[in-house]
């Protein structure tokens, strides 16, 4: 086999087939502190920067600012206000859902973050920018320790 260089791109080397791959995405050790509270206790947690005064949510492990390492975890209101806002037709596979769905940008309180997740008790026609919401979990018994424990943010 040659190693020379291919300038032409038609002459390109190529296999036909398949190549599996199998992986695991994990949260990581912030994530997985933030989810666990979440799905035991209906808490958010946060991870703040002295340095920058910077709170990060979801948590992170460094500031993204100064690489400092945040160790220090505190806990947040489960609530914000309404950032930005869309209707969603289709879910993640492109599918057409029997109703369209209100979907939200929430920006925590006393964070420098949010979350994006599904606005319920509201209408599109009555949901506004600023908007404070709420989330509402799930019944305990059916959390899993993701952001699907969260059933909605509904408005204050």
Same mark, same amino acid.
């Given at each position: 086999?040659?190693?020379?260089?291919?300038?032409?791109?038609?002459?390109?080397?190529?296999?036909?087939?398949?190549?599996?791959?199998?992986?695991?995405?994990?949260?990581?050790?912030?994530?997985?502190?933030?989810?666990?509270?979440?799905?035991?206790?209906?808490?958010?947690?946060?991870?703040?920067?002295?340095?920058?005064?910077?709170?990060?949510?979801?948590?992170?492990?460094?500031?993204?600012?100064?690489?400092?390492?945040?160790?220090?975890?505190?806990?947040?209101?489960?609530?914000?206000?309404?950032?930005?806002?869309?209707?969603?037709?289709?879910?993640?596979?492109?599918?057409?859902?029997?109703?369209?769905?209100?979907?939200?940008?929430? /920006?925590?309180?006393?964070?420098?973050?949010?979350?994006?997740?599904?606005?319920?008790?509201?209408?599109?026609?009555?949901?506004?920018?600023?908007?404070?919401?709420?989330?509402?979990?799930?019944?305990?018994?059916? /959390?899993?320790?993701?952001?699907?424990?969260?059933?909605?943010?509904?408005?204050?």
């Amino acid at each position: 086999m040659s190693f020379d260089k291919i300038t032409n791109p038609l002459k390109l080397r190529h296999l036909v087939g398949d190549m599996e791959c199998d992986y695991i995405y994990t949260a990581g050790i912030a994530g997985e502190k933030f989810f666990i509270a979440l799905r035991d206790e209906e808490k958010f947690l946060a991870t703040p920067c002295k340095k920058c005064d910077i709170t990060y949510l979801p948590p992170r492990m460094y500031c993204e600012q100064c690489f400092s390492s945040l160790e220090e975890y505190v806990e947040v209101p489960t609530g914000g206000v309404v950032d930005t806002f869309t209707l969603t037709y289709e879910d993640r596979d492109g599918e057409p859902l029997d109703k369209p769905v209100l979907v939200g940008f929430i /920006r925590i309180e006393n964070t420098d973050g949010g979350i994006i997740h599904q606005l319920g008790e509201v209408d599109f026609d009555s949901v506004k920018l600023g908007m404070p919401v709420v989330a509402v979990f799930k019944d305990k018994s059916q /959390r899993s320790g993701g952001l699907t424990d969260i059933e909605y943010f509904k408005p204050k």
